[in-house]
């Protein structure tokens, strides 16, 4: 078996996660690269040269613009399938993680939307589970689907519950 055949959807498709998740990520890429280029190009300006603060703030633009235009393809590396017994979830691009969650370990759903988040329409559902190293968590999904999510896993995870 090779490394890609380890994420290959298993029997079920990906279900992506929303489209106006992408520009919510690129909104805080350039955000969080902006403000880290203006904590190191000021100080360079006033202590050190001018030329020498605008080629660090074009090293600064370039990577803004990479990282920025990366944020979809990080976004379509996300996604998760349901099967019958438990939820996959997939993340990454470089690093890429698959995560196998059983429906009876699960032991309570959770869906957030932080201001950031209610205003790209786009909401998170975290799976806590018995698991201390879980990080089970679907983010930038549309309202309605991460309700109907979270019903359902609800569900699964009532009828299948393993007892701890």
Known sequence: MTASELFAPPTENWVPLSPRY?????????????????????PLVFFVDRNVALLVLGGFLVVLVWRVIRQGAIARAWGYAERETDLYIKAGIIRRRLTVIPYGRMQAVEVTAGPLERAFNVSTVKLVTASA?????????DPRAAAELRDRLTERGETQAAGL
Do not use: F, H, K
């Open 133 to 141: 190293q879980s990080d089970a968590r679907i983010p930038g999904l």
């Open 22 to 42: 992408v520009p919510l990520l690129r909104l805080g890429t350039a955000l969080s690269w902006g403000i880290l280029a203006t904590l190191v190009v000021v």
